[in-house]
C-alpha cells in the first residue's frame, strides 16, 4: 500500500510506519465499542504524525505514507475491501479465496497476496488441534506471484511437523517444475518435500517427468496410457510414493453420484447444478444433491439436450422471485445453508 518510492531511507521510513502501527493500536484500545484498528486508523495517525526527536524527514515521510493511502481507507477504491471491520469467521472450517482475476489489479494483487499468505500460515499452524488440508488449485499461478510462491513453498516444507496436509493442484507437472533447460526455482523444494504425487494423463516433453519426478521408462509408458477422464464415470491417474519415485501405483477414482454432482466443473452440468438448486427450494440442500444424483447419476455431459436446456429455462438458470425477508431472519438461513453443505461433505466422508 505505501511501498518503497525509491527514495530515502527506508530504515527511517520501516522505523516510522512501525512507532505508528503501535500507536494506532495503543489509540484504539481506548475505544469500548471497537478496539480493533482500521487502516484509516492508521491513516489518521499518519496524517498527524509528529517525531518525538522534532524530525522534520520522519513527518514528511509520514504525511507521504499517509497520501499513499489513500486509495485503501474510507471512500478510496480498495477501502470496502481493506478499511472494514472483518466479516469472515476465519475459524470456519471451510474457508476459500478465489485469486484468479487478482493479477489484473497489481496493486491489488500484492496486497492480496499477503493478507492470504497470511491467513494461510495460521491456520496451517496447528495450534488448534486440527489437521488442516490446505488446497492450492491452479498451484501454478500462485508460483507465478513473488508474494505466494514462497509461502506455497513454506507450507509444503513446514506441513509434517504442523499435522497439516498441503495438495497442490495444476494441469501439468512441468507447472511445478519447469522444464530442464529452464526451471522454476520453486519446484524442486516442492518436490523434495513432496510424499505423494498423483500424475493424470500428460501431454508434451516427457523428460520433465524423467528429469524431476525420476520415473522409468517403464512407468513412462503407463503414463503414456493413462486414458481420458469418462465424466461422471471414472479418472485414471498414476500414484508415485517417494522422492525418488520408489513406489508406484494406478488408481482409479469413481465417484458417487452425490460427489460427482458437487465437484463437477464442466459448463453445461454448472448451469443445470444451478438451476435445479434454484427450484426446487422445498427440498434441504442435500435432498436436492441426493435428487440431482439420483436422477443423473453419471452427470449429464452425454445425454441429449434435456427439455429444460432446449426451453431456455437453464440458462435464466430458473431463479424464482426472491422471498422477503427481513435482516433478523437472513442470517439464520444461510447458516442453515452452511450446515446443510457441511452435512453434505460429512456424509461423503470429505471432512
Known sequence: MIGDSGEGDTDLLDNMIMNAIRKTYARAQMRLDNPIPLYSDLYDELQNYYDEDK??????????????????????????????????????????????????????????????????????????????????????????SRSLAPVVVQLFRTARKRNACVWGISQ?????????????????????????????????????????????????????????????????????????????HSLHIVPTPLEYWLLTTYPRERWYRQWWLATHPDMSLIERYEELGRLFPNGISDLPELPEERSGDVNRMGVPAPRKMDTASAAPLAAQEENEMNSVMEVEGVL
Not at 103 to 123: H, N, Q
Not at 189 to 201: H, N
Request: glycine share 6%.
Open 172 to 248: 501439468a507437472v512441468e507447472d511445478f517444475t519447469g522444464t530442464p533447460d529452464k526451471p522454476n526455482e520453486f519446484g524442486g523444494a516442492i518436490l523434495a518435500t513432496t510424499a505423494i504425487k498423483m500424475i493424470g494423463r500428460q501431454k508434451g516433453n516427457f523428460d520433465v517427468l524423467r528429469h524431476f519426478v525420476h520415473l522409468n521408462e517403464t512407468t513412462l509408458n503407463r503414463v503414456k496410457g493413462l486414458g481420458m477422464t469418462e465424466k461422471g464415470k471414472k479418472s485414471e491417474f498414476l500414484i508415485v510414493i517417494g522422492e525418488k519415485s520408489e513406489t508406484t
Open 55 to 144: 524530525n522534520p524527514r520522519v513527518n514528511e515521510a509520514a504525511r507521504i505514507a499517509a497520501a499513499k493511502m489513500r486509495a485503501w481507507v474510507n471512500n478510496g477504491m480498495y477501502a470496502r475491501l481493506f478499511d472494514r471491520p472483518t466479516t469472515i469467521d476465519m475459524s470456519t472450517p471451510w474457508l476459500y479465496f478465489n485469486v484468479e482475476q487478482l493479477k489484473d489489479d497489481p496493486k491489488l494483487e500484492v496486497a492480496m497476496s499477503l493478507l492470504i499468505a497470511y491467513t494461510t500460515t495460521k491456520r496451517a499452524q496447528g495450534k488448534t488441534n486440527k489437521r488442516c488440508i490446505t488446497v492450492l488449485d491452479e498451484c501454478w499461478s500462485l508460483l507465478q
